[in-house]
């Protein structure tokens, strides 16, 4: 039988082994998961869980399980999942075919795959010259 320090050091080698290949800068939301309130991440962040609150990355992916309930602005999202309320991509949104988007959403290019949705007002963010 471990003892108890012995146990708690295999889940320490397990979280340095996560460290290593886990980018720095990036978020991962898990099935399951619901993370609440506001979130800055300076790389990517992908929401296979739910997030209700505020997001900001420099890129967005919503997986197919995946929701976020609240502001997302990033400068690529990618949604396979939902997302309800608002949304800003100031470079290009993608929704998947299994996406569905509700609420305010701005964005530089758009892209909507055949059976993905968008439900809401949409602003196109554009250079002014």
């Known amino acids: 039988m471990l003892t108890a320090p012995l ?49 900001t990355a420099q890129t967005l992916r919503v997986m197919n399980s995946g929701v976020v309930n609240g502001i997302a602005t990033a400068e690529d999202i990618i949604v396979a999942g939902r997302m309800d309320q608002s949304a800003t991509a100031t470079r290009l949104l993608v929704i998947e075919s299994t996406g569905v988007m509700h609420g305010q959403i701005a964005c530089g290019e758009l892209e909507i795959r055949k059976g993905g949705e968008l439900h809401g007002k949409i602003e196109m963010l554009t250079n002014k010259r």
């Open 7 to 55: 146990r708690l050091a295999k889940y320490l080698n397990k979280e340095d082994a996560m460290k290593e290949t886990t980018p720095e800068g990036t978020l991962y939301i898990g099935s399951g998961v619901i993370a609440k309130g506001r979130m800055m991440v300076p790389a990517a962040a992908t929401v296979n869980g739910t997030v209700e609150g505020e997001l």
